[in-house]
């Protein structure tokens, strides 16, 4: 949670696992959370982040494949922001 806040600005709680992958680098490992936005906007530490932006869920960019970690947190984020807005 605090790297969050150091990289870009936000303050988040409520996390969920979601799973994890190899990192680039030996004998590192890549964890995925979907976390709770509590507060806070946008500011991006320059050295850690080049770019950061809002998207709604249903109009998102070109996503990674769901066998990479990124698309994964992706997909379950849709999924379950689409489940709480069906009637």
Not at 37 to 48: A, H, S, T, V
Request: hydrophobic residues 40%.
């Amino acid at each position: 949670m605090r790297e969050v806040y150091e990289e870009v600005g936000l303050k988040v709680g409520a996390l969920e696992y979601v799973g994890s992958q190899s990192w680039p680098f030996p004998g590192q490992l890549m964890i995925g959370y979907l976390a709770e936005w509590q507060g806070g906007g946008l500011c991006l530490d320059p050295n850690e982040i080049e770019e950061a932006n809002w998207f709604h869920y249903s109009s998102l960019p070109a996503i990674p494949p769901i066998q990479t970690l990124s698309g994964r947190l992706i997909h379950t984020f849709v999924e379950k922001a689409a489940a709480k807005n069906r009637p």
